[in-house]
């Protein structure tokens, strides 16, 4: 069984973060662990309250994790803030950690800020030389390249900028693009480029999709696929979990992670 570590935010709804990422592990088929970097009380409407965690917790939960089962591959989610961004690359580092996806979580798509803004520099600096690809949202790439990106031009030359600039693969997500839902993966130093295009599955719940696809492909990395298949699958089981069209809660509700698990056996 291949292992896979979420290093993110806690989100109580169950919709995003640490149990999206989870959630998408198990039905991506690896064994799921997870190192909590805030805690949010948070719901499909809003993120109400985030408590951090502390730097020294960060440090044994990641040390408690890697002294025993090591993972395969690792998604990093929400940072929330400088230090624990320095204790997560440190860890990476000393651990010699693989496959490494880097989701730079900014904003919930309610609005609430899951990241200081001084901690950007410092994701940029420590996190992005370690990642095997980042995963930036428009608004994510917009701050990431200082530009404003209102069509799939303007889209393409943000990625390829970051790629450049970074020196790191970089999967541009377009999911807030109205027409389609197509992602543009430029690898480091703009060394080649490819898109991934989807449909757009008419489902207003979309809360957690950019955790979801991240772990997921880091669970297929783990699983030995390259970036390319990692990335095709991925978006494969998340256009599932789109097209489920579960509805719950009264805002922007979650995905049906389990889509594919569905089976007789779980029917109730
Ligand atoms: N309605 C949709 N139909 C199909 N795919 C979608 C839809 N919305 C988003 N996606 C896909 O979901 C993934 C996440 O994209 P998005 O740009 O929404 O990221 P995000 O903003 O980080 O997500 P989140 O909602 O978690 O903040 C991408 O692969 C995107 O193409
Ligand atoms: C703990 C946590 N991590 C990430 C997100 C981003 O997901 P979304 O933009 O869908 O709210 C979130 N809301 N909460």
Redesign the pocket.
Known sequence: MKKVLTIAGSDSSGG?GVQADLKTMLANGVYGMSAITALTAQNTQGVRMVQEATPEFLAAELDAVFEDIRPDAVKVGMVASPALIHVIADKLKAYKAEHVVV?P?MV??SGAKLLVDEAIEVLVQELFPLAEVITP??PELSVLTGAEIADEFAFEQAAKKLAAEAEVNVLA????FADD???LLVLAGGEGEQWYR??????PN??????T?SSAIAANLAKGFDLDESIGRA?SY??GA?LAKMDLGRGNGPVDHGWNLHGDFFEN
């Open positions: 995003a989701d979580v919930a798509t949202n428009i997500k377009g999911g807030h839902a197509s992602d989807g449909t757009r599955v008419a489902n979309t809360h957690g999709t950019g955790c696809l978006k998340l256009f789109l």
